[in-house]
């Protein structure tokens, strides 16, 4: 099990960026997968992006395709959303999540298939 705490959400105008991040406990991050959802309310949680353990493989949902980016800093146990051009759609409570390392393809974009997951931060895009 890993404990996973977010940050960096906040209120943004339209077109703007924020820097998400996921801080993990335990010495085995390098082992997990870690993926990225958000919640609007009354909406479902969605898939944003994912990235494999050693970074080599990345996942984004087409809504945020080419304005987020997904990254991760083993050594620090960190999980990154770089959020760019935001638009009001973005708004919602954003989680981290982490799964096992076993998590391939369409896999990543899957809820189900994480185990342990954040609080979420809170990110508004006003117009």
């Known amino acids: 099990q890993v404990q996973l705490v977010e940050s960096g959400g906040g209120l943004v105008q339209a077109g703007g960026s924020l820097r998400l991040s996921c801080a993990a406990s335990?010495?085995?991050?390098?082992?997990?997968?870690m993926g990225w959802f958000r919640q609007a309310p009354g909406k479902e949680r969605e898939f944003v992006a994912a990235?494999?353990?050693?970074?080599?493989?990345?996942s984004y949902a087409d809504s945020v395709k080419g304005r987020f980016t997904i990254s991760r800093d083993n050594a620090k146990n960190t999980v990154y959303l770089q959020t760019n051009s935001l638009k009001p759609e973005d708004t919602a409570v954003y989680y981290c999540?982490?799964?096992?390392?076993?998590?391939w393809g369409t896999g990543l974009q899957r809820a189900s298939r994480y185990d342990d997951w954040g609080q979420g931060t809170q990110l508004t895009v006003s117009s």
């Open positions: 335990g010495r085995t991050f390098s082992s997990y997968a």
């Open positions: 999540a982490a799964g096992p390392s076993t998590i």
């Open positions: 990235i494999s353990r050693n970074g080599g493989v990345t």
